[in-house]
Structures are given as C-alpha cells and as structure tokens.
T-cell receptor, first 112, second 128 residues
Framework: RKEVEQDPGPFNVPEGATVAFNCTYS??????FFWYRQDCRKEPKLLMS???SGNEDGRFTAQLNRASQYISLLIRDSKLSDSATYLC?????????????FGPGTSLSVIP | GAVVSQHPSRVICKSGTSVKIECRSL??????MFWYRQFPKQSLMLMAT?????????EQGVEKDKFLINHASLTLSTLTVTSAHPEDSSFYIC????????????????????????FGPGTRLTVL
C-alpha cells in the first residue's frame, strides 16, 4: 500500500462547481498535513495546512480525520485559475528528520 | 513567504558528464533541505534529506554515489548528478525548512509553523 494515496482524477468541472478531493495516508504516526498546488512544469506551492479542527481559506476548506487517516480538500465556486494538480502532503518523524511524502496528485481542469 | 532559489533552472548535457545543482534559502536559515525528482506526469519523489554539517539521508533506491549531496552551510545545499545518463533526465526540485528561534529565551529548533517547506523553482535536466 502506498504511503499517501489520492483520487486518481482527472477532474473536469465547469466554472462555479464544487469539487472535493480525498487523500488517505498509511502511517498513523504522521504529524503534519498539507495541500499543495502544482501548476504544469512549476514547483509545488503551499495551498493550506490541514488541522484536525478543519480550516477554511476563502473558497477552500480542508479537513483531517486522524482516526480514519483521511484528508480532504473542498473547493467551492471553482475558477478557471484553479486548474492545477493538487498534492496531498504528509510529514512525520523518521529517525532524526521529518520525512515528507507527497501523494500522486489529482489533476483538476475547470472548464468555461 | 520564504524564498528558495535553484540554479541552474535548466541544463542540457551530454551523457557521462556531471551536473551540479544549487539550492539556496535566501532569507532564512535551513538546517534541513530536501531533494525531489519528478518525472513527467508523476508526483514528486523524495530522493534524499540534506542535513547541514552531516551526511545526507537517502531514500531507498537512490544511489548515494550517483547523487552527491553537500549541505555546507545553513543556506546552501548542492546536488551533483554524476555521470548523468538519459534516464536521469527529470525535474529536480529542492525544498527547505526554516530553522527558527522560538520566542522563549534560549530555545531554538526546527520551524514550528506546521513543518512548512518552501520549494525552489526546480531544475530541468535533459541528458542527451
């Protein structure tokens, strides 16, 4: 089983739609969780951190369920500029450093 | 946000040559930097963790003698792809975690803002 798994995608949605991405992780000792966004041929950029209490940033809402080892990202009122690959990222202690694991990513295309 | 630079941004070289990629944290110190590789249409794969002043820790399947990592200072890590071959052609990205001083006097340690990493813009390597 992969350490971090995501919906395979791609997701093709019309402008204004609501879209949800799911992510699961296998290591229960994982400590920190993030959603990153990566545009084509560019480096990943942090979209938001994910907390157990859930957090919202404008049209984006992230949720974490530690018991189920599940993370989600909800995008409301999709914009064309939201088209990108969304990466679920999990970090956790491994010996003396924090190991970072990227999920395979889910591609989103928002269509006019 | 914190800035990480990479140099060069793009390199094309002949098979058998060595290529050196630099990763610099411009406005913060980083005791830990990470090197990733990303093949087309695939996710980032962690290659190694670079720790200032000590040997890098390589992920399983990554040859340490082929991918030499040096983290000589708190702001610079280098990745050298030795004797590059066409299968090494990829997008190489580094990231860095800030090392911050806590507000409590005398305490310091890794960034406690949720373990955020800051990524360099990447280096696209093409080996002919």
């Amino acid at each position: 089983r992969k350490e971090v798994e995501q919906d395979p995608g791609p997701f093709n949605v019309p402008e204004g739609a609501t879209v949800a991405f799911n992510c699961t992780y296998s290591n229960s000792a994982s400590q920190s969780f993030f959603w990153y966004r990566q545009d084509c041929r560019k480096e990943p950029k942090l979209l938001m951190s994910v907390y157990s209490s859930g957090n919202e940033d404008g049209r984006f809402t992230a949720q974490l369920n530690r018991a189920s080892q599940y993370i989600s990202l909800l995008i409301r009122d999709s914009k064309l500029s939201d088209s990108a690959t969304y990466l679920c990222v999990v970090t956790g202690l491994k010996t003396s450093y924090d190991k970072v694991i990227f999920g395979p990513g889910t591609s989103l295309s928002v269509i006019p | 946000g914190a800035v990480v630079s990479q140099h060069p941004s793009r390199v094309i070289c002949k098979s058998g040559t060595s290529v050196k990629i630099e990763c610099r944290s411009l406005d913060f110190q980083a005791t830990t930097m990470f090197w990733y590789r990303q093949f087309p249409k695939q996710s980032l794969m962690l290659m190694a963790t670079s720790n200032e002043g000590s040997k890098a820790t390589y992920e399983q399947g990554v040859e340490k003698d082929k991918f030499l990592i040096n983290h000589a200072s708190l702001t610079l890590s280098t990745l050298t792809v030795t004797s590059a071959h066409p299968e090494d052609s990829s997008f190489y990205i580094c990231s860095a975690k800030p090392y911050v001083l806590n507000t409590r006097q005398g305490e310091s340690g890794p960034g406690r803002g949720g373990n955020e990493q800051f990524f360099g813009p990447g280096t696209r390597l093409t080996v002919l």
